[in-house]
């Protein structure tokens, strides 16, 4: 999703340097990003549009602290789907998103994910 998943990586590519100790570069290969994309994270260029949000919330918190473990286990982390539920279920979340995007609450529809993980947002027209 255009802001989910960004603010998303932002938070554990910080969790991942800060509490780990990885510098940009390793962060992004755990994460699949380039480097530059982590920098743009941390410099607050990227993924700051619900980066504050996720920040406060701790059941998103908690899944970003979770999948930062998983990587630096050495395992790569399939249930990215957990998250989109997590923001789907944060009612101050989606009324951000929605107003980010200009769009009633009830217009707004955050499928499930597809079996490939992307995470997708479309509007009920």
């Given at each position: 999703m255009k802001y989910v998943l960004p603010a998303?990586?932002?938070?554990?590519?910080?969790?991942?340097?800060?509490r780990y100790s990885l510098t940009q570069a390793e962060a992004a290969k755990l994460l699949g990003v380039t480097q530059p994309a982590v920098s743009n994270y941390l410099r607050k260029v990227?993924?700051?549009?619900?980066?504050?949000?996720?920040?406060k919330s701790p059941k998103v918190t908690e899944f970003a602290e979770t999948v930062a473990k998983v990587l630096i286990s050495g395992r790569d982390f399939e249930d990215w789907c957990k998250g989109c539920e997590l923001v789907r279920c944060d009612e101050e979340i989606m009324k951000e998103l929605s107003n980010m995007l200009s769009l009633e609450l009830d217009r707004l529809i955050i499928p499930p994910c597809a079996p490939d993980s992307r995470i997708h947002i479309s509007v009920n027209d």
């Open positions: 998303l990586r932002a938070l554990i590519a910080e969790l991942l340097m800060e990227r993924g700051t549009k619900l980066y504050s949000l996720f920040k």
